[in-house]
């Protein structure tokens, strides 16, 4: 008889396939997310870095585009065009840089030897504008430029007149004015007359114009300037009124006999003998007055002038002390210095002829005139 299966019957074990299936697609949901997650991170994290690093400079080599014999064959054609063209370039360049620099070396040369001359030049217009015979010189070298065939204008400096000679008639106007600046310019300075190269050397000519265009928009005429040193003067004589080293009275018509009708100004001219002292002295001094003459208004001109000129560089510190010090004592320390000008020029001119006596007895004129200038500048 056959017995009916039932379920008590001997269970299989069941695989429960949806349970299974179930934990993947979940564990491949997280492994989803996870990966989303990193590569939201790798993101953040390549983004952040690029912020605090430096941008990669190197060059990346390029894969070359392939060509067909032809246009390959053109480009290396073109490479050795172009370096034809960079060979050539750097061979001329090569030779106009050395030629350059040595046309700079040039210059430098001939501006230090140009600026030596001008050195010479300046002691020349340094002097003579101290000298009595300023007016003298310059007339003379005006006649000297127009014998050449150059015509003066009658606005030309003195400064200008001494570069026109120098460098020639046919110098260029520009050149002439930029180095009569330079002359005026150490004058202004109050520039020695060995230190003037070095001086141009180191303010530079184009600073040196520079300044002078500025002073001559602020500041007087020589002619303004030269009327400023002659009040100086001028009062010093007034002052030295109440001191003076020889006063003596005279009725009028002896006086008309001795000095004429103009009265004013006056020259005495005489004898200064030196002699034996007496008792503690060792020597004494005889002056003798043997003419007084009432001088023409070109001689008070000539003479106030030269000693105008000696102080004209120092004109303001003059015109201030007299407000600030004692008229009388504001008035010798101005002819002391008038005295120790006067008898500076004179030791200038003894050695000057001095020189002059030597150079006629010497075997070699240029010889002793290297040997003079060698111990004016020690």
């Given amino acids: 008889m056959a017995t009916k299966k039932t379920s008590s019957s001997t269970p299989k074990p069941s695989i429960k396939k949806p349970a299974i299936k179930k934990t993947a697609a979940k564990s491949k949901e997280v492994a989803k997310k996870k990966t989303a997650e990193q590569i939201l991170k790798s993101i953040k ?7 605090n690093t430096k941008k990669s400079t190197a060059v990346v080599e390029a894969k070359p585009i392939q060509l067909n014999a032809e246009h390959e064959a053109r480009m290396v054609e073109w490479r050795e065009k172009q370096a034809e063209i960079e060979s050539f370039i750097t061979v001329w360049a090569s030779k106009l840089t050395n030629t350059a620099r040595k046309v700079r070396d040039l210059n430098q040369q001939y501006r230090k030897i140009l600026y030596k001359h001008l050195q010479d030049a300046y002691e020349v217009y340094d002097n003579v504008l101290r000298s009595e015979y300023c007016d003298d010189f310059f007339a003379n070298l005006r006649g000297a430029l127009y014998t050449q065939g150059f015509k003066v204008q009658s606005n030309t400096t003195d400064s200008a007149l001494i570069i026109r000679f120098v460098f020639g008639i046919d110098t260029q106007t520009k050149t002439v004015s930029d180095y009569s600046r330079a002359l005026d310019g ?4 109050g520039v020695d007359t060995n230190n003037f190269a070095e001086w141009l050397e180191r303010k530079t000519l184009t600073k040196v114009i520079e300044e002078q265009r500025a002073i001559k928009k602020e500041i007087e005429t020589p002619a303004e300037r030269l009327d400023r040193a002659r009040r100086v003067v001028l009062r010093m004589i007034e002052l030295r009124e109440t001191k003076p080293i020889i006063k003596f009275t005279r009725i009028e018509p002896t006086a008309q006999k001795m ?4 009265f004013g100004l006056c020259v005495m001219l005489g004898y200064a003998y030196r002699t034996f002292g007496r008792g503690d002295d060792g020597m004494d001094v005889d002056i003798n007055l043997n003419l007084l003459i009432p001088p023409s208004i ?3 001109v000539t003479i106030i002038d030269k000693l105008a000129r000696y102080i004209i560089g120092d004109v303001e510190e003059y015109e201030q002390r007299l407000y600030e010090e004692e008229e009388e004592q504001w008035a010798d320390e101005v002819w002391e210095r008038l005295v120790a000008s006067c008898d500076e020029e004179v030791e200038k001119n003894k050695e000057y002829w001095a020189n002059r006596q030597q150079a006629s007895m010497a075997d070699d004129q240029y010889e002793f005139a290297k040997q003079v200038k060698a111990r004016k500048y020690k």
């Avoid at 150490?186 to 300075?189: K, L, T, V």
């Avoid at 000095?259 to 103009?262: L, V």
Wanted: net charge positive; aromatic share 6%.
């Fill in 45 to 51: 994290r390549k983004t952040t870095t690029s912020k």
């Fill in 186 to 189: 150490a004058r202004y300075d």
């Fill in 259 to 262: 000095i004429g009708s103009r």
């Fill in 298 to 300: 070109d001689l008070e």
